[in-house]
């Protein structure tokens, strides 16, 4: 076939006159393949890329997202989306909550899979074909049908061993700040079930799948949270006063912006150096609590001048902790303003960041600052929303004092 289209080719050549046309015809002819169907090398469509790497491309990376309609699950499809991943999304219970995540990637790119974390069937058909595994399971309080220790502990372990037996190349689990095997106690007896459940989860994931990437966020903001919308609802304050350990004044927190940690998790998952490594998580300030929460209600125009907002110590109320046991009890499924008695024991914890552990940084994430994103996040809550104020009428509030010195940082250790 080749020597036909050699000599096809140099008779026009000639017939057009022209040696040095013949020449080119008969080097380009002669670098030509020949028409032999050659066999792949692997069936593996991750071997498979092409485009450039936008969303209409396919960049050679499957993955599975465990999680996906939960609050960090749907960043975490987004950016993936935008730079030509194939995703299966696995789901449970109501369809609509993932049909949504249809429009993520380009057409035939997303795939849905029902799965329960119980089944192991589920879970291997789920990540079968896939050479990236993201498990962003959590629950932040216990129901009937799911304790911590089902969830965090014995839910993980059973996907990084079956990631290990289908062959998974990567995967990326998503842990907590301050996970410990014995937190310090305070109002909770024995300390936070969450963060021991998270501590015991990472040593399932590393016994299970050894070069697991281990991400530890701290407190997430972002559209549809459970931090700034936990402190902006109502049933949180008590009438129009917001209890806190100590009032506040001995927390200190380092909340992350949501779009970082998915932007680190997808940076994570094309950079074979992290495998095995565990990252923090956390913002690029640390703040004091009190002086978050009293920023917070002067974005929310709701502070002592104009709502008359003030903090006072919880230690010294007993009816605040009596509500949310009352609201654990009437709304066990989904308490009334994400008010639990294990929500109010994490947030008395202060954020502690180890210095021999990378953050975001590392992963190449630029943080985003929390002056720039919470007045939009806030703005639903705002009193006076559909008060037609003139320019300038309302002052803008003056942003939190973060801690800048580790010597601050003693005073609250």
């Not at 104020?389 to 800048?404: D, H, N, Q």
Request: net charge neutral; hydrophobic share 40%; glycine share 8%.
């Amino acid at each position: 076939m080749a020597s036909l289209i050699l000599l096809r080719n140099g008779q026009f050549a000639k017939q057009q006159g022209s040696a040095a046309l013949s020449v080119l015809c008969v080097r380009l002819a002669s670098s030509s393949t020949d028409d032999a169907i050659r066999p792949l090398n692997s069936t593996n469509i991750s071997n498979m890329r092409r485009g450039t790497g936008g969303r209409s491309s396919f960049n050679g990376i499957v993955a599975t997202v465990f999680g996906c309609t939960g609050f960090v699950g749907r960043y975490v499809c987004n950016k993936l989306g935008k730079t030509g991943t194939q995703m299966i999304l696995p789901y449970r219970a109501d369809f609509g909550e993932a049909i949504r995540l249809k429009v993520c990637g380009d057409l035939g790119q997303v795939l849905f899979q029902f799965y329960d974390l119980r089944d192991e069937k589920a879970i291997r058909d789920a990540v079968k074909h896939s050479n990236v595994v993201i498990n962003l399971v959590g629950r932040e309080f216990e129901t009937k049908n799911f304790k911590f220790n089902d969830v965090h502990v014995e839910g993980a372990r059973r996907i990084a061993r079956i990631c290990k037996e289908t062959g998974v190349e990567r995967l990326i689990h998503l842990s907590a700040l301050n996970a410990s095997p014995d937190p310090m106690s305070f109002v909770l007896e024995g300390g936070s079930n969450f963060l021991k459940s998270k501590y015991h989860g990472e040593c399932a994931v590393r016994d299970e799948f050894p070069n697991a990437t281990i991400i530890r966020p701290a407190d997430i903001y972002g559209s549809e949270d459970r931090f700034l919308r936990y402190y902006a609802h109502i049933w949180r304050r008590q009438f129009r006063a917001m209890p806190l350990w100590f009032a506040g004044e001995r927390t200190v927190k380092q909340p992350v912006y949501v779009s970082d940690v998915a932007q680190a998790i997808v940076n994570c998952a094309k950079d074979p150096d992290t495998a095995g490594q565990v990252y923090q998580a956390v913002g690029p300030k640390r703040y004091q609590l009190s002086e978050l929460v009293d920023w917070f209600h002067r974005v929310m125009r709701k502070d002592e001048k104009w709502w008359g907002y003030r903090r006072y110590d919880m230690r010294w109320d007993p009816t605040f902790l009596l509500k949310a046991k009352f609201t654990e009890l009437i709304c066990p499924g989904q308490p009334i303003g994400e008010l639990h008695i294990e929500r109010i024991e994490r947030e008395c914890i202060t954020d502690v960041v180890r210095a021999d552990i990378p953050c975001l940084e590392d992963l190449g994430v630029q943080l985003t600052s929390m002056e720039d994103q919470v007045p939009w996040e806030l703005r639903p809550y705002r009193a006076a929303q559909y008060y037609d104020a003139e320019l300038g009428e309302w002052e803008e509030p003056a942003p939190p004092k973060p801690i800048e010195h580790r010597e601050e940082l003693r005073m609250f250790a």
